[in-house]
Each structure stands twice: as C-alpha cells, then as structure tokens.
C-alpha cells in the first residue's frame, strides 16, 4: 500500500495557529533579550551562555494527514532534553525506514547568527511569523504526504526517495537567514527533483527481477519485515543488501534505497493478485470458515505428527484453494503446518522421554521385588520340610526348573562352604 492508495488528506495549518484564530493555540514564551547572550572570554564553560540560549522554535508536521504547527520549548530548564518537550520526532534523528506512530516529525529553527561586527545575535520569531513559514512549507508538506509509503492496513508510515527528497525542501525553507543589519530573510521555497542516488527499493527490484524471491508472494507480515530488517556490519542493508548478499554479488557505494518493506508488500500484493494475503494462522483458528476447512482436511485415523511431507503439501494445497474461495491468499501456510507438526512431534518425544523413565522406574522396582523374591525363595528351600519343587515353584510363581537350578545351585554352594 502506498500514500495513494490510502488518498491522504489536503494539508493545513491546524486551527488554532492561524491569524483568524488569533493564534490561541500558538502560547509563544521565548527568553527576554537579557537572558540570551553569549561570552567567549569567559573561563567558565557555564557561564558562556545565557539561561535562554537554549530556547528552541520548532515547526510540527503529521505525515499521515498533513496537519501543520507550531511553538517553543520552555527555556526556563536547559537540562531537559528538546525531546522530551516536543511533539514528535526530529527529521535527523530518524533513519530512512519506518516513521514511527504517530507520524508527528519536528522542524527545528535555528535563531542564531553570528558576524564579525555584531558577533553572536538570538532572533526568534513571533506568531505571524511562524505561521507565515508554516503557509511557505505547505507544497512540500502536501509531496511528502501525497509519496510517503503507507504499508499494510494500519498505514504504517514508511519513507520514500520523494519523500525524503521533499522533507530536505522543508528543512531548506525553514533555515532563515539574516541580513547585516538583522532583517529575517527566509529562502525561497523549491521542489527538488529526487536526487539519482535516491533509489525506491521497488525500482531496484523492477530493474533485477532474477534476484527477486517468490517466497515472498506468500510471505507473512513478519516475515517481510523480518527480510526487510537486514542490517549487516558493513555494505547495504535492507531488501537489496540482503538479496545481493545471497547472490553473492556487490552493489557500488552512493546509493540510499528507500522502501524496503513498501517494495515487499507490493511484490506480494500483486502475487496475490485480486486476493486479500491472510495470515494462515489467524484464518485457520480463528475463523468459522477455516475451522471447517481445518475439520474437513484432518488426517483420518492420524496426527499431523504421523504425517510426511507430501501429504503436508497435499493439506497446505486443500487450505489454499478453500481461502481462494473467499477471496484470499493465505500467507506463511506452510510454516504454519510445519510449525505445528514440529509441536505434534515434539509432544511424541516428550512422551517418548515419560514412557522411558516410567519403564526405568518399573524395571528398577522389579529388580528389587525380584531379589527379595529371591532371597524368600532361598528361606524355604533351607528349611528342607520335604516340600517338592514344584509346589514351591507354584508359590513364587516360577516354571518348576527354576526353583530346581536354584536348589541346585545352593546346594554347590553349601558343600563349596563346608570344603573337603
């Protein structure tokens, strides 16, 4: 799934941060001019700068529907973090992958300018001006919401190459600049080309279709994500990284791909063709439709555990053409069975391991119970009461040779003791 297909919304200044709204929302609190300053000459690293030098004004940006604003960190307490105190994540801070919820990425001003004759001068900007920016960044916030990866049914946000490329547009258009005599000049603002060493990982996988998987046509969400994660100690990573690595070939340095998981699901979408790709698992166990299709196909007269792999293909077939049915493409099918004849077999060795034990225990106890036999059985034969073998061999329940061999071999041992 891509930003188009989930039509994302026009962008906006949020209501609250605009001059017919008399800016309510927008609570400005920067440091009085006192406050901000900076002293080269001074010995101590903390007494440098003022207590406000660390006022920051940021500008706010949800990608997931464009809503645009602003406003400022507390200068009152320059030991937090700036990350603590605003509403999403810095652009630098963030890799080219996954843009984590809610989506919300900041903008941060700088307000400092520095020449020879004026040295170090703090200029920070008031309402107007802040909503002013937010109108001039608007086109670039409208590509990057209109091309940013949207993956899977929660729209999980993803960059792309244009994306990335309209986000440097942004960060361009929110670095002021200063005249001599201290007037605000903001730049122009631009839309840049995506930049040739931005590639889309699905344009690298059109332009090498050998090195494509067709596992992943039927691959679960983890599966992909999992591929897609590839993170090697050094050279690329991500989808191409990883197929490259297992071809055994090298890509030239330059490149940044973007897209990773984005190229994956759309490879699997369009292998699935008009289904919808469903977790085996989910499907089987937890729809009416897949456990009767679970009931229907069980081995007869047997366990998934006594079952071969033929037949397991033969089950993983009967799944398939039932969820195609319903108008879907069961993901990770495979794995699904094998995982749960692997549990089924594991189950088998464990009462394999019970049953060896027990017959342990039993053997040990009948060692025992033997030998006391045994040695009762010695008892009566010593008396010589003129009882027979054979009805002593009928008490211990033994043939009657036996009780015979044993009286024999007592009787060697009786005139082996008693000697010449």
């Given amino acids: 799934m891509t930003a188009a297909d989930s039509a994302p919304g026009t962008v906006r200044v949020l209501t609250g941060y605009r001059p017919e709204d008399g800016f309510m929302a927008a609570e400005l609190d920067p440091p009085p001019a006192e406050y901000v300053w900076h002293d080269e000459n001074a010995e101590q690293q903390d007494q440098r700068y003022g207590p406000g030098v660390g006022y920051r004004q940021w500008l706010a940006v949800d990608a997931r529907d464009g809503a645009v604003w602003f406003g400022d960190t507390d200068w009152r307490d320059p030991q937090e973090s700036p990350g603590g105190r605003l509403p999403g994540i810095p652009r630098r801070a963030l890799g080219d992958g996954t843009v984590p919820d809610p989506g919300i990425m900041v903008q941060l001003l700088g307000h400092l300018s520095h020449d020879e004759q004026r040295g170090c001068t703090w200029r920070f900007f008031d309402a107007e001006e802040l909503h002013a920016l937010a109108v001039r960044v608007l086109p670039a916030v409208q590509r990057l919401v209109d091309s940013i990866h949207r993956?899977?049914?929660?729209?999980?946000?993803?960059?792309?190459?244009?994306?990335?490329?309209?986000?440097?547009?942004?960060?361009?258009?929110?670095?002021?600049?200063?005249?001599?005599?201290?007037?605000?000049?903001?730049?122009?603002?631009?839309?840049?080309?995506?930049?040739?060493?931005?590639?889309?990982?699905?344009?690298?996988?059109?332009?090498?279709?050998?090195?494509?998987?067709?596992?992943?046509?039927?691959?679960?969400?983890?599966?992909?994500?999992?591929?897609?994660?590839?993170?090697?100690?050094?050279?690329?990573?991500g989808v191409p990284g990883r197929i490259c690595h297992a071809a055994d070939q090298r890509m030239e340095d330059g490149f940044t791909f973007y897209g990773h998981r984005a190229a994956l699901y759309a490879y699997r979408a369009?292998?699935?063709?008009?289904?919808?790709?469903?977790?085996?698992?989910?499907?089987?166990?937890?729809?009416?439709?897949?456990?009767?299709?679970?009931?229907?196909?069980?081995?007869?007269?047997?366990?998934?555990?006594?079952?071969?792999?033929?037949?397991?293909?033969?089950?993983?077939?009967?799944?398939?053409?039932?969820?195609?049915?319903?108008?879907?493409?069961?993901?990770?099918?495979?794995?699904?069975?094998?995982?749960?004849?692997?549990?089924?077999r594991s189950a088998v060795d464990q009462q394999l391991v019970h049953e060896s034990e027990e017959v342990e225990r039993l053997e040990n106890m009948l060692k025992d119970f033997r030998a006391a036999r045994n040695r009762t059985m010695t008892r009566i034969l010593a008396w010589s009461d003129g009882r027979g073998d054979a009805e002593i061999a009928r008490l211990a329940s033994l043939p009657d040779a036996y009780v015979s061999d044993w009286r024999a071999r007592l009787t060697d041992e009786q005139t082996t003791t008693a000697g010449p």
């Fill in 270 to 344: 369009r292998a699935c063709g008009d289904r919808t790709p469903t977790d085996a698992c989910a499907w089987l166990e937890t729809t009416e439709a897949g456990r009767d299709t679970w009931e229907a196909a069980k081995p007869l007269g047997a366990t998934l555990a006594d079952v071969p792999d033929c037949v397991l293909a033969s089950l993983a077939e009967t799944f398939q053409n039932a969820a195609h049915e319903h108008g879907l493409a069961l993901t990770g099918l495979t794995a699904y069975l094998r995982r749960l004849r692997g549990a089924e």
């Fill in 151 to 237: 993956i899977g049914p929660e729209g999980e946000l993803e960059w792309s190459a244009e994306a990335a490329t309209a986000w440097d547009d942004i960060e361009q258009a929110a670095t002021p600049d200063f005249d001599p005599s201290g007037e605000l000049r903001w730049p122009r603002p631009r839309t840049t080309p995506v930049p040739a060493w931005r590639v889309e990982v699905g344009a690298f996988l059109a332009a090498n279709p050998e090195l494509c998987d067709p596992s992943w046509g039927l691959a679960t969400d983890a599966e992909l994500d999992t591929y897609a994660d590839y993170s090697p100690r050094n050279g690329y990573g």
